[in-house]
């Protein structure tokens, strides 16, 4: 976790929308305060309070509807990289399956003309 982060996620609280409760601005602020100054009776060091800030900010965001809280190139990146995989494991599964000595006898390379 980074500072970088942590100033990210103060910025983001600031920008939310006023419509939670008390209680729940309560905790936000709590875990910034304890986040700053170090233990304020909830018990957490300040690296793991910062780390629980971030986290409730986001969780925030989610419940308002913040745009930002889903991040698109993230999204495709991922999606990038489960879509290889899959197209991997089922071309290295085909030649797999060809190289069996059972299987390489009785097929010949005209029905791999697609590939």
Do not use: H
Request: aromatic fraction near 10%; charge should be negative.
């Amino acid at each position: 976790m980074s500072e970088e982060a942590f100033a990210t996620a103060v910025k983001e609280a600031k920008e939310l929308p006023s419509n939670f409760s008390v209680e729940d601005m309560g905790v936000l602020y709590g875990l910034y305060k304890q986040s700053i100054q170090g233990d304020v009776n909830v018990g957490l060091s300040k690296e793991d309070a910062k780390e629980a800030y971030i986290v409730a900010v986001k969780e925030f965001q989610v419940k308002a509807g913040v745009e930002d809280s889903w991040q698109e190139e993230q999204v495709w990146r991922m999606e990038l990289y489960l879509s290889v995989g899959i197209m991997a494991l089922a071309i290295l599964s085909l030649l797999a399956i060809a190289s069996l000595p059972s299987v390489a006898d009785a097929l010949t390379w005209r029905e791999f003309t697609f590939v």
